[in-house]
């Protein structure tokens, strides 16, 4: 078994791309009322902040110092607003642990609803298809999986990526519910992350999960993604508990999230102690 201290340090390095799973539907998609999702910052914050850079920017345009140092938070904001929305959540937004990584919005995943608009137009108006949406979730959950996988030690990577298959100790949906924030629309692309809820332990007979889809044309979340997930014994055809070395490489992911959160906090803070000294 790697030690623990190496795979926290491992796993914020970049790592190589696996095999990724195609799209699948979800045959269970039921209203999850037994748990309450963690409470997410305002999702227009980024938005907001942006806004009072650009106002402050227009006010203060005499002052050339002032300017610069707003425009470099500006790009700042633009270059690294996945890592920052994602990261106060406790996302973990480097490529090796999307689900889904920039996936292009196609005009096949849009439905077309015919409706008479205020203007007196009547017309079709097209979005994502709202089924759509979870399968990006499933999709972004499976590959996540892999993606874990892929950091486990080598005698135990098989059986950890055969929690995906009906070949011994595997996971099985038991529930989803999907928060629509607003249709996605054609041309887009949609980054799907995924994190643990709870810290599992070794009496843990299922896996609370959220995700989180990205519109990267709006640079916002699209939808939420609350999961409910059964670990269950395909050769006993019952209930399981995860195996130990699942177990701790679960509880290393959820203190990477932890450490993440604390971390992007502390970046957004200091953002907004700098626009405060700036008198923005």
């Not at 009322?33 to 650009?54: F, G, K």
């Not at 939420?224 to 055809?237: G, M, P, Q, S, T």
């Not at 971390?263 to 626009?275: A, F, G, I, N, Y």
């Amino acid at each position: 078994m790697i030690p623990k201290h190496q795979l926290l340090r491992s796993r914020a390095s970049a790592a190589p791309r696996i095999a990724r799973r195609a799209f699948g539907s979800t045959s269970a998609w039921k209203d999850k009322s037994t748990t309450t999702p963690e409470t997410a910052p305002n999702s227009r914050w980024l938005s907001d902040i942006r806004n009072r850079l650009a106002t402050g920017i227009s006010k203060r345009a005499d002052d050339a110092k002032v300017v610069a140092q707003l425009k470099h938070h500006m790009s700042y904001l633009d270059q690294h607003w996945l890592s920052l929305s994602a990261g106060r959540e406790g996302y973990l937004s480097e490529p090796q642990w999307r689900g889904l990584d920039k996936h292009n919005i196609v005009w096949g995943e849009m439905a077309a609803k015919y409706r008479a608009l205020q203007t007196g137009f009547n017309g079709y108006v097209c979005h994502v298809n709202n089924v759509m949406y979870n399968r990006y979730a499933e999709s972004g959950r499976v590959n996540w999986m892999m993606n874990v996988a892929a950091h486990v030690a080598p005698q135990n990577q098989k059986e950890f990526r055969e929690l995906m298959s009906p070949r011994g100790t595997g996971l099985i949906l038991a529930s989803i519910r999907t928060d629509y924030k607003f249709p996605m629309t054609f041309p887009d692309q949609v980054t799907v992350l995924h994190k643990l809820v709870e810290k599992p332990d070794s009496t843990s007979d299922r896996v609370l999960m959220e995700a989180v889809a990205y519109s990267h044309k709006h640079k916002r979340p699209a939808a939420r993604f609350f999961e409910d997930i059964a670990v269950y014994d395909y050769r006993a055809a019952k209930k399981a508990p995860l195996k130990p070395f699942m177990v701790e490489e679960m509880q290393v992911m959820y203190e990477l999230q932890e450490q993440r959160k604390q971390q992007t906090e502390q970046k957004v803070q200091e953002l907004l102690l700098s626009m405060e000294e700036l008198h923005v």
